[in-house]
């Protein structure tokens, strides 16, 4: 199982910014996928998730702002962010999960760098 992020970058305050997780060995449309964050000195935090049924919620600090959509042909759920802020600067992870007869196996991305200046 692989978690690809991708699409981080530098971008100026109220700009927007489209991530990417190609995930290969879990079938996104069966699996819920969720996107973290990580910003300089914080915790790892809930950014949103898609559910299996292509349902989605967000953290109240993102809500109006980020969309989490996916791809079922290309095995690939985005995070679309709009009216970005300087506080949502951090290493953005993708993240999903199997389960196991002996317990829960995590996967992550590599995470990708989102930049917000201000």
């Known amino acids: 199982v692989q978690l690809q992020a991708s699409g981080g970058g530098l971008v100026q305050a109220g700009g927007s910014l489209r991530l990417s997780c190609v995930v290969s060995?879990?079938?996104?449309?069966?699996?819920?996928v969720e996107w973290y964050r990580q910003g300089p000195g914080k915790q790892r935090e809930l950014v949103g998730r898609i559910g299996s049924s292509g349902s989605t919620n967000y953290v109240d600090s993102v809500q109006g702002r980020f969309t989490i959509s996916r791809d079922n042909a290309k095995n690939t759920v985005y995070l679309q962010m709009a009216s970005l802020k300087p506080e949502d600067t951090a290493v953005y992870y993708c993240?999903?999960?199997?389960?196991?007869?002996?317990?829960?196996?995590?996967?992550w991305g590599q995470g990708t760098l989102v930049t917000v200046s201000s």
């Open positions: 060995g879990i079938v996104v449309r069966d699996n819920a």
């Open positions: 993240h999903s999960w199997i389960n196991f007869v002996a317990g829960r196996q995590d996967y």
